[in-house]
């Protein structure tokens, strides 16, 4: 079982950045491949940027490709998302998830067996 909690949300202007973090619990951590989702009100929960277990290989989604970074700190059992430029469409829960079985990091959400619970990313115009 891994526990997980994201941070780092809040209300941010358009062209603003934001930092959010999810910290890990219960296993180790560098085991999982790890995901941030997203769910906009009245829209499917939408891939947004996956990393590896060594976090040597990284996926971002067409729509935030050069304004998102992923990344994860195994000591820290941390995995973060930087987000940049961003924009009113980018508003939305963001979710981390962790894929178990050493497996590698998907784009899928089925995929993956734990998830957090959330954090609230609001962008104004």
């Known amino acids: 079982q891994v526990q997980l909690v994201e941070s780092g949300g809040g209300l941010v202007q358009a062209g603003g950045s934001l930092r959010l973090s999810c910290a890990a619990s219960?296993?180790?951590?560098?085991?999982?491949?790890m995901g941030w989702f997203r769910q906009a009100p009245g829209k499917e929960r939408e891939f947004v940027a996956a990393?590896?277990?060594?976090?040597?290989?990284?996926r971002y989604a067409d729509s935030v490709k050069g304004r998102v970074t992923i990344s994860r700190d195994n000591a820290k059992n941390t995995v973060y998302l930087q987000m940049n430029s961003l924009k009113p469409e980018d508003t939305a829960v963001y979710f981390c998830?962790?894929?178990?079985?050493?497996?590698?990091?998907?784009?899928?959400?089925?995929?993956?067996?734990?998830w957090g619970q959330g954090t609230q990313v609001t962008v104004s115009s």
């Open positions: 219960g296993r180790t951590f560098s085991n999982y491949a």
């Open positions: 998830a962790a894929r178990g079985g050493y497996y590698s990091d998907s784009i899928y959400s089925d995929n993956y067996n734990y």
């Open positions: 990393i590896s277990r060594s976090g040597g290989s990284t």
